[in-house]
């Protein structure tokens, strides 16, 4: 897995962060955090209570209502709707769990009794080509070897072992019988609507209530996710590149059997050919890990809460489509969120044939349902006391000196030094923190989005860090859109690992995206004209590494679907920046930041 749980900085410190709690006021709240969310599931660190007994959470439904009578969220009809049908799920999901418990103990008695019958038939086709002097030709005339030689060159390369691994798995059929018939999974559900209308927020309410029920689950937003598959494509290569650890491992049990050395080779061809044609299709074998190694713990459910599905390139078209496929075949149960219904998520027609079967896989297993709020009930959370208090704004000597006391009394009442660290990120890469100390880091804007860098290092900074500084974050124009990009999966990321982040800025939050008498940052009209040199390293290089380019598009009308999807995004990531700054979100950071996930309750930041 990528970085999963990595805790560079075990020793937090226990004392609160007064300073900067003076500065959050309280007040009643329009949008619950996922701290409140995490205590009224009965777990602050994900799991279930022990004070309870161990008892299932409340469901979405019961813990929506509780919210809102308790004046901790605003009410609206189409939230309480999508919470009544996550609670439906939730309880279809109780029953689908001891289902599939059952199903699997079948499954594996079945995979067990299938492998040892087709060893039995491999050693009886073994010792019946031995005992016909296949490969001895000092038993074999003239005429004999001829015709054997001439046969086999007549046979396609790879055909005699196909016909054999079929003919070897209708024996199997008729010996150990089919595969035990999965129960049918409830269908899940595709949460799309504007920003704000509060899909993340009812998919983290469902996700924090299967704790305990489902054992098999995950939740990714999209850039993670990309990255995952990545990450086990690239496994799945080195594993099938490295031919003396395969045949020291999966074919060991063929070096004891009291055959001749030709025999044995044709047993461990034979057992390639299964494996390779087991694992043909990569993706296949990805989607097998992507929840849970099977080999480890086989029994029970499994659902994937997916945040933010989209299709900005090709490979995210073809990736999503085999990975959620495989996953929807398999039995798991998805829940998701988006800000286009499906059919609307590939307007640019890539890889059309790939997402129509997509399509397909979601309409058979999810039910759609738009969250149809117009409102951002982000900006409805009340900021008390100053609007300044982790995001200053205009840059002037005043702003810079709360900005600089901010970081000061922060680093000095967690304690210990500051200092310059080296962080891995993936693919064996690593990325620089000049400024690090313990769990609370500081950049410049340029530093973190003026190079090429990208969603795998700025998810590596998520997780190693609590609290991030960022300073002279200027306000964006068309000619620096890319480190916009940049600057909005940073944001994506941030927030989605339940980072609290101080921020120095040139402009307000609904500014910072205006553009500058330079120009807008964004022109419709405009976009659709830009030149190759723009257009290709602006998608994907935000994905990985910040380095690879996608193939532009010459089709003006992808351009400017392209554009609308962008429009979005910088909508998303001024709603996110407003949730941010404000004393709820920072309160919910000491209770959801993986960096908590481990430590005692008792560890806290300012709240």
């Not at 890319?482 to 927030?495: N, V």
């Not at 659709?528 to 998608?539: A, D, V």
Request: charged letters at 25%; glycine letters at 6%; hydrophobic letters at 40%.
């Amino acid at each position: 897995m990528i970085l999963r749980r990595l805790h560079l900085h075990a020793r937090v410190s226990r004392r609160s962060l007064a300073p900067a709690a003076a500065l959050c006021g309280t007040g009643p709240r329009a949008w619950p955090s996922a701290g409140l969310l995490r205590r009224l599931h009965g777990a602050a660190g994900g799991g279930a209570s022990s004070e309870d007994g161990g008892k299932p959470a409340e469901g979405p439904l019961t813990l929506y209502r509780n919210l809102v009578s308790q004046g901790k969220l605003t009410h609206d009809s189409y939230q309480e709707n999508v919470a009544s049908d996550l609670e439906n799920l939730l309880r279809r999901l109780q029953q689908y769990e001891m289902e599939m418990e059952d199903y699997h103990e079948k499954l594996y008695l079945w995979e067990n009794s299938r492998e040892k019958e087709r060893r039995r038939l491999l050693v009886e086709e073994a010792e019946d080509k031995q005992r016909d002097g296949v490969w001895i030709d000092e038993k074999r005339g003239f005429l004999d070897k001829l015709v054997a030689r001439r046969r086999r060159a007549s046979i396609e390369p790879g055909v005699g072992k196909w016909v054999s691994y079929l003919n070897r798995e209708k024996k199997l059929d008729k010996l150990v019988g089919h595969r035990p018939i999965a129960p049918v999974a409830p269908k899940g559900l595709y949460l799309y609507g504007n920003v704000g209308s509060g899909k993340t927020m009812l998919m983290d309410m469902f996700y924090g209530a299967t704790e305990g029920v489902i054992k098999h689950r995950r939740r990714f937003h999209f850039h993670e996710a990309m990255l995952e598959i990545h990450d086990h494509m690239h496994d799945v290569w080195k594993r099938r590149d490295d031919n003396k650890s395969v045949q020291s491992s999966a074919f060991s049990w063929i070096s004891s059997l009291p055959f001749d050395a030709k025999i044995k080779e044709w047993l461990i061809g034979e057992e390639k050919y299964k494996q390779e044609t087991q694992q043909k299709h990569i993706l296949l074998a990805v989607a097998d890990k992507f929840l849970v190694d099977r080999q480890a713990n086989k029994t029970g459910a499994s659902i994937l809460c997916f945040d933010e599905i989209q299709t900005i390139d090709v490979f995210a078209v073809v990736a999503l489509s085999g990975i959620l496929s495989r996953l929807l075949s398999t039995g798991t149960v998805l829940v998701a969120t988006s800000n286009k219904a499906p059919e609307d998520l590939n307007q640019d027609g890539m890889q059309r044939d790939i997402f129509l079967e997509l399509l397909s896989k979601l309409d058979e297993n999810c039910n759609k349902i738009l969250v149809g709020t117009e409102k951002d009930y982000r900006r409805l959370i009340p900021t008390e006391g100053s609007t300044q208090v982790h995001y200053f704004w205009p840059v002037t000597s005043d702003t810079y000196r709360m900005y600089e006391a901010m970081w000061h009394d922060i680093t000095n009442q967690i304690g210990g030094d500051i200092v310059s660290v080296t962080i891995p990120v993936m693919f064996g890469r690593s990325i620089e923190i000049p400024q690090s100390c313990n769990g609370v880091a500081r950049f410049d804007f340029e530093y973190l989005c003026g190079r090429p860098v990208g969603a795998a290092d700025y998810i590596a900074i998520a997780r190693n860090y609590h609290t991030i500084f960022i300073s002279e974050i200027p306000a964006m124009s068309m000619k620096i859109r890319d480190k916009a990009r940049r600057f909005i999966t940073l944001i994506d990321e941030l927030y989605n690992h339940h980072c609290r982040l101080v921020c120095l800025a040139a402009s307000s939050i609904d500014d910072l995206f205006q553009g500058t008498e330079e120009g807008p940052l964004f022109d419709l009209e405009s976009f659709q004209f830009e030149t190759e040199s723009e257009g290709t390293k602006l998608r994907r290089d935000v994905l990985a590494e910040g380095s690879v380019g996608l193939r532009p598009s010459t089709s003006g009308l992808v351009a400017i679907l392209s554009g609308q999807e962008e429009m979005f995004a910088f909508r998303r990531a001024i709603s996110r920046l407003i949730e941010m700054q404000t004393p709820l979100y920072v309160e919910r950071v000491q209770h959801a930041h993986p960096s908590f996930q481990l430590q005692s309750p008792a560890v806290a930041i300012a709240s």
